[in-house]
């Protein structure tokens, strides 16, 4: 088989052009190929991937570590808020004075409590179980507020707001979702 002048022109364009790809595609510092590779867990089914997109990596591993110790901190801010409430309410049952209207209101307030502890937990296990690494909720009365790690987009509101909903029995109106970025 004999190679002529038009097949070497095609070949060394074939090659220009696939060098082009592969250095287009190391430069952009992603290091997945724009083709489902399958550890793709952001794309959602019907999306389309935009020709000569650029995918820049927003969050870097600090942040995320950070971002795991802004949870851890939340959480346990919350359970000390919590402790102390629970402090005062046992000094109010462990009072001999205080009369037993007082002490009523404390044992319902600590089992509003414990009700809210356990919606907040049910609530953070299953946004986790959805796939958001890191959540956390807190009741106080009829609000619930959301914290939820990422940048959320309508359908993540929509499926964090239906979790709280149904967990909680909390309406829209009184659920405050926030996502970090």
């Given at each position: 088989m004999k190679f002529g002048r038009k097949q070497f022109v095609l070949a060394s364009l074939v090659l220009a052009?696939?060098?082009a790809v592969y250095l287009n595609w190391q430069?952009?510092?992603?290091n997945k190929l724009p083709?489902?590779?399958?550890?793709d867990t952001t794309s959602q089914l019907g999306a389309a991937q935009l020709v000569n997109n650029a995918y820049v990596e927003t969050v870097?591993?600090?942040l995320q570590a950070n971002a795991g110790e802004l949870f851890a901190e939340a959480r346990l801010n919350?359970?000390?808020?919590r402790d102390e409430a629970l402090e005062l309410l046992d000094s109010v049952l462990?009072?001999?004075e205080a009369d037993s209207d007082a002490k009523r209101a404390a044992v319902e307030e600590a089992s509003a409590m414990a009700q809210n502890i356990l919606k907040e937990t049910n609530v953070e296990n299953l946004l986790k179980a959805k796939g958001?690494?890191?959540?956390?909720?807190y009741i106080a009365g009829d609000q619930c507020n959301v914290v939820v790690a990422g940048d959320l987009q309508d359908s993540d509101m929509l499926?964090?707001?239906e979790i709280v909903m149904e967990q909680t029995g909390l309406t829209a109106e009184n659920i405050v979702i926030i996502g970090t970025k």
């Open positions: 052009l696939g060098a430069f952009a510092g992603t083709v489902g590779d399958g550890e870097s591993d600090d919350r359970q000390n808020s462990e009072d001999v958001y690494a890191e959540s956390v909720a499926i964090v707001q």
